[in-house]
């Protein structure tokens, strides 16, 4: 059985990361199954909620930009079209936005026990996994409606799975510490998610964006993820060099916010 120490201080190096977290590996799933069932606790609908939402918003994404705005998407449906970069999007905003605010949420764990507090903001990695899988379930229901068959391409989406978590996890990790000292991203957090929708190629394509603007709107690192999560399921252009910038910008943001993570955990406690 698992032991938590008791220590208001237990520096851990960097290099031994990867141990502690397997070490933890127990409470990690225990914190993410509490997180999944806390949200659907005491609501009538449960567990439904978990694919009312992600239906909710392709509907809305299909009357505004496919029957207002008119998006050409070429040969493909619409829906198929939008749910295949929700479906990048949304797991990469509950990232932030969970793992950005995970650390003052539990500061009454912080507080009284010692862990490698990276478990926390790792947790919700899990947790949004499975809205991840039931939004996957979604898109493969509207492709079977409208008879699609992926290419050969669906092998990659695997790497860009991957890719979304670190990424998604790069920059929760860095605002988790920020927030503990600076409850300003508490409150900025939400605002730099909707802002970062609507400047990815969620609803859109990215060669819709004017060519004079391409080079600014590809400092966006999600563009070529959402780009090559689109390309794996639905086929059509790859992303090209979007990619690998993305691929560069994605571990640069994983790799500092575990060092400010580890620089901030041990005087966590004290500031929270």
């Known amino acids: 059985m698992m032991e938590l120490k008791i220590s208001s201080n237990s520096p851990t190096k960097f290099s031994t990361i990867v141990t ?3 070490n933890y590996k127990d409470l990690i799933a225990i914190l993410a199954w509490r997180d999944y ?3 659907y606790a005491q609501t ?3 567990f439904v909620w978990a694919f009312i939402q992600p239906l909710a918003t392709l509907l809305i994404f299909t009357l505004i930009f496919s029957r207002v705005a008119k998006v050409d998407t070429g040969s493909t449906p619409y829906p198929l079209f939008a749910q295949s970069g929700m479906l990048a999007w949304t797991y990469f905003a509950f990232l932030i936005s ?5 650390i003052v949420g539990a500061q009454a764990m912080v507080k009284k026990i010692y862990f490698p507090r990276l478990v926390i903001p ?3 990695a899990i947790v949004g996994l499975i809205d991840f899988m039931i939004s996957l379930v979604i898109l493969i229901v509207i492709g079977v409606y409208y008879q699609f068959v992926p290419s050969a391409n669906i ?3 695997p790497l860009f799975i991957l890719l979304l978590i670190i990424g998604g996890l790069g920059v929760g990790i860095w605002v988790s510490a920020l927030t503990v000292r600076f409850r300003d991203f508490t409150h900025l957090l939400p605002f730099m998610v909707q802002i970062g929708m609507y400047a990815s190629p969620v ?3 990215a060669n819709m964006v004017p060519e004079k603007y391409q080079w600014l ?3 966006n690192p999600m563009v070529g993820v959402i780009e090559g999560v689109r390309w794996s399921i639905i086929g059509g252009e790859a992303p090209g060099q979007l990619i690998f910038f993305s691929i560069g910008v994605m571990l640069l943001l994983f790799l500092t916010s575990l060092w400010y993570f580890k620089k901030v955990e041990r005087v966590m406690a004290d500031l929270i």
Not at 98 to 102: D, I, P, R, V
């Open 217 to 219: 709107y590809a400092l």
């Open 203 to 205: 609803a859109y394509a």
């Open 20 to 22: 502690d977290l397997w």
């Open 37 to 39: 069932k806390v949200r």
């Open 122 to 124: 790792i947790s919700k």
């Open 98 to 102: 969970q793992a950005g605010n995970s």
């Open 155 to 157: 092998l990659y989406l």
């Open 44 to 46: 009538f609908l449960g």
